[in-house]
């Protein structure tokens, strides 16, 4: 027996070799794995299977990876998700984390590299998910601003102004439930890119700032409300209530 036997993956790649590669050295490792051949094939498969992780490229035909974990999010925000790319372009990477990715990887790639990133994303979704009843805190009223983490919206309502919804991604959902969370501390910029990117890397905590700065946006309408950068140490988020 080996310890990937319970871990199921779907892989959704439309390069025949590639796909085969891959299936053939995690099938000897023990993982169970299954392969779609694009996006559409993708979704049908996820909602049949219930996998415990989701592999897949970005380009492919009929639809692509961005669309197809666009869509799958806005019915499971906590499968593990990693796209395989060959596309370096910055926006491009912080796009697919808006969407609701959880690690990138970029084509060519070592298996061993593969299976550590499967094992880790997975463990953290365990980690995450296993100890949080149902009722658990979902909800937090930041000034005028209520989150729904569990929707990934941040409503917006103040007697001066008309109520407004904003729809976060789910990383900027997890960055702001975290910040409040710990409301008036110091969020550390590692713990949050180890929670949520998997590594603390350089290009990842750019890509946080990105988030960071969308969040501040999507914060403007209520003055009382800052999210201060601790040069250097992270980020704390302040308001009046």
């Not at 779609?36 to 996998?51: K, V």
């Not at 061993?112 to 463990?123: C, D, F, N, T, Y």
């Not at 937090?140 to 409503?155: D, H, I, P």
């Amino acid at each position: 027996m080996t310890p990937n036997e319970n871990i199921t993956v779907l892989l959704v790649e439309d390069e025949a070799t590639l796909a085969f590669i891959i299936k053939d050295t995690l099938d000897q490792q023990g993982f169970t794995i299954y392969i779609a051949h694009d996006g559409e094939e993708g979704l049908r498969m996820y909602h049949t299977l219930h996998p415990d992780i989701l592999v897949a490229d970005v380009m492919m035909p009929r639809m692509d990876g961005f669309d197809m974990v666009k869509r799958l999010r806005q019915n499971d925000p906590h499968i593990p998700v990693l796209f395989l790319t060959a596309r370096t372009a910055t926006e491009d990477v912080v796009h697919g984390f808006e969407l609701g990715a959880n690690d990138y990887l970029r084509k060519p790639f070592g298996m061993q590299e593969l299976m550590i990133r499967l094992k880790a994303l997975v463990g953290r979704a365990c980690i995450t998910q296993s100890p949080v009843p149902k009722d658990a805190q979902h909800l937090f009223v930041v000034g005028n601003y209520q989150l729904n983490t569990l929707t990934q919206q941040l409503l917006f309502s103040d007697a001066d102004f008309t109520p407004q919804v904003f729809s976060l991604s789910h990383r900027e959902a997890e960055i702001l439930k975290r910040l409040c969370l710990h409301r008036g501390d110091v969020v550390p910029i590692r713990d949050i890119l180890l929670e949520l990117w998997g590594d603390d890397s350089f290009f990842n905590t750019r890509s946080l700032h990105v988030f960071i700065t969308k969040l501040r946006h999507k914060l403007s309408r209520d003055p009382d409300i800052r999210i201060i950068n601790v040069r250097g140490i992270g980020y704390k988020l302040i308001s009046k209530d």
